[in-house]
């Protein structure tokens, strides 16, 4: 049975960190692309970053660069996404996808994760 567990929301104030883990469990998921995305009330799911499980190629969006720094234990089977310099626009219900799909313009893209998550909330109060 494939599962993908997301862990480490909660509340925290502007300016504040955050990180997320996601542990993959059930089948290998080394020949793919791990991404975090997140949904906020009434919007479309958004990318924020992706990874191979090498760490050679990693993407971000826009919003988060600087800030977000995604990450993988192969070991321990986890994806990690530390946020720091939190802002009130962060919040959202994060989740952690897994695709087969190798092109940046593929990972960036919700409709190409086959594997989801059942997310993690994460409030950042001004």
């Known amino acids: 049975q494939v599962q993908l567990v997301e862990s480490g929301g909660g509340l925290v104030q502007a300016g504040g960190s955050l990180r997320l883990s996601c542990a993959a469990a059930?089948?290998?998921?080394?020949?793919?692309?791990m991404g975090w995305f997140r949904q906020a009330p009434g919007q479309e799911r958004e990318f924020v970053a992706a990874?191979?499980?090498?760490?050679?190629?990693?993407f971000y969006a826009d919003s988060v660069k600087g800030r977000f720094t995604i990450s993988s234990d192969n070991a321990e089977n986890t994806v990690y996404l530390q946020m720091n310099s939190l802002k009130p626009e962060d919040t959202a219900v994060y989740y952690c996808?897994?695709?087969?799909?190798?092109?940046?313009?593929?990972?960036?893209?919700?409709?190409?994760?086959?594997?989801w998550g059942q997310g993690t909330q994460v409030t950042v109060s001004s």
């Open positions: 059930g089948r290998t998921f080394r020949s793919y692309t």
């Open positions: 990874t191979s499980w090498s760490g050679v190629s990693t």
């Open positions: 996808g897994a695709s087969p799909w190798g092109s940046e313009r593929a990972q960036r893209d919700a409709s190409r994760y086959g594997y």
